[in-house]
DNA sequence: CTGAAAGCGCTTACAG
DNA sequence: CTGAAAGCGCTTACAG
């Protein structure tokens, strides 16, 4: 016999003989079913391949169901927020919500429903809420307050007023003890001259540069830090940072690069000046990104939990969302990854 | 005065002094309304900030506006796969509409509509569409194919038998002619004894192959083929393939890898037998991945126009939503980037 | 356990 | 150019 194909629930009550409420009724798991009725509508559903409207769901039941995740001011999506991204997807998949995608460019003094910020975020009720990644600024938080738009920021990366506000929605990960424990490894290695090279102007490579000193200063150890401001592409500044490092600190023995390719542009200037890595100078990133898969020597380096990142964003969303009251997390841990580019520091050197 | 809250459009009729239906008008910009009530209405919505309920709308208008980015079989977001979310994304900013990512495991052969399928493509009209990245097998796009849910391929990720369907819904590029360019590049360096690294066994290597077979046939030049079959990590391939090709073709001048992490293992190899790259042996990648962004020396490689190919997909499938006659479009072009890893051949070689 | 009916907030012919 | 009314396809008190 032909399948018969059921386009809406009235479809579907009339073939089983029941009303629509009924039929909602076993669509949404409603314990007031008698089972006897629910097995034959189920039946039905399942031969007829009936799929309920989505939007109608939303509609009438007020949930949307999806969160954002808004990717502010980056032009390509770094490997970096692609694990984050996944980890949100995995949250929500998991979660039966759903991810929605998308990017904007802004500046910090843009005013806010502004043209280019995305429809959906604009809209009313498009999205249950949005997680906040990528470079952000006040202006948009401000916004996102003002309509009632629930939202969860990656706490690391807030520029300037935005890391006065509350931070009861943020999700962040302990960028100073990461740092921290990097230079402590430099040193159980026997490193006494460990070099710092970044851009302090950053509040997040400032942080870095923080957890770098406490441990050094609480070992009596000196500081030595190659700041150098307003370069963006961390893999030149890494390299302009090489001559400068030598010159005024000719002493160093491992390097504590402010991210990975910061790492990256260090080491190829040192190899172009014949300083081997490790055997003459250690050397160490922060991040784990996949660009440094292939490198040679093989990264040390300072893993940031990504995914877990997102996992957490997009879960503390969902709960401010339901109604739980958002209570700040403690930051997430970062993980010491050994590779090749840091050796023992020999008494010959 | 305190501002007035507009939650629907009956608010703002009631306060313009006219129907709903004027209001979804100019919500609509429909040209069937006077200048005067249009602008008097749009004044009422700025200072009301009145966001209508993008739920609503969708369900009244029928279109659900969103295409969905489906990343299958990966268990992270590869930076491949993040360029083409990319240029999908920029597709949609541009078209007002909301890209939804989700991600999908699955075998060739599971039964299709499973409880792993994500939501939103298993509910009705939630989504106008599916842009299918990954690794997919026929299963998945019969399935779509049944529930008439539009979709638009990858074409150039396709496994078996989803190779004989047909292809106006896929978007692919070049793969063959990127490989015939770069072995004429590496001919026009003088290199005459060239040879393929890869794993046969997969399509897309195999069309890779080809490409270069043909570049080599037509000048009559030898074939040096390593094929390596069941290594899913391409970097081990690579490692792998070193040893087997220095003795079974040791006048090798140039290597062809049959993708980047290929060609990242080959260089590990190479260095540690103490073959340098290019002086000894120039080497060459495929696709242009952001991994090999740090590598020394810079990989010449065969770019693949991964943004393009997201863009193109969801032009196609927002084509084919809007009742477009679905064509099959051209392969997409691949560019040669030269970098370091190449050398002209000299004579003493 | 079940049904009739109102409601979610828009859009869209249809009349005027 | 404008409005009244039906409709999009569900869900959810409310009654029974």
């Known amino acids: 016999m032909a399948q018969k194909v059921f386009k809406t629930v009235h479809d579907v009550a009339r073939a089983a003989g029941v009303s629509v409420a009924t039929i909602s009724r076993v669509l949404n798991q409603h314990p007031n079913v008698s089972a006897k009725t629910r097995e034959r509508v189920l039946a039905l559903i399942q031969q007829s391949g009936f799929r309920p409207n989505a939007i109608a769901r939303r509609l009438a039941n007020g949930r949307t169901g ?15 927020h692609s694990r984050v991204l996944k980890g ?16 904007f460019d802004y500046g910090p003094d843009d005013a806010m429903p502004t043209e280019t910020l995305p429809r959906m975020v604009r809209e009313y009720r498009a999205i249950d809420g949005v997680l906040v990644a990528g470079t952000n600024y ?11 738009l629930p939202y969860v920021m990656f706490g690391n990366n807030l520029v300037t007023g935005a890391l006065a506000l509350p931070r009861k929605n943020a999700v ?41 000193r406490e441990a050094m200063e609480s070992r009596g150890l000196p500081i030595a830090t190659i700041d150098i401001r307003g370069e963006t592409d961390c893999a030149e500044l890494g390299r302009r940072s090489v001559p ?57 380096t300072v893993r940031v939990p990504k995914a877990t990142i ?22 997430l841990p970062t993980e010491l990854v050994i590779r090749d580019s840091c050796a023992r520091l020999t008494p010959a050197a």
Chains 1, 2 share one sequence.
């Open 310 to 331: 997102g996992w957490k964003m997009a879960e503390a969303l969902a709960g401010i969302v339901a109604g739980k009251p958002a209570k700040p997390a403690p930051p």
């Open 66 to 80: 999806s969160l954002c995740f808004l990717l502010s001011n980056r032009d390509i999506i770094h490997s970096f």
């Open 244 to 300: 400068l490092l030598l010159r005024q600190h000719p002493e160093t023995t491992a390097i504590l690069a402010q991210d990975d390719e910061t790492a990256c542009g260090v080491l190829e200037n040192l190899e172009k000046l014949g300083i081997r890595v490790p055997a003459d100078m250690s050397l160490m990133g922060y991040d784990d990104i996949s660009e440094i898969r292939y490198l040679r020597p093989a990264l040390t």
């Open 88 to 103: 949100v997807e995995d949250y929500c998949q998991q979660q039966h919500r759903q991810v929605i995608f998308t990017t």
């Open 172 to 212: 962040c990960f302990d960028e100073q003890a990461g740092a921290r424990e990097a230079a402590e490894f430099l040193f159980e290695l026997g490193h006494r001259h460990i070099a710092f090279v970044g851009d302090l102007s950053q509040p997040w490579y400032m942080r870095r540069q923080q957890g770098y």
């Open 138 to 148: 006040p202006n948009l938080l401000h916004y996102f307050t003002e309509v009632e």
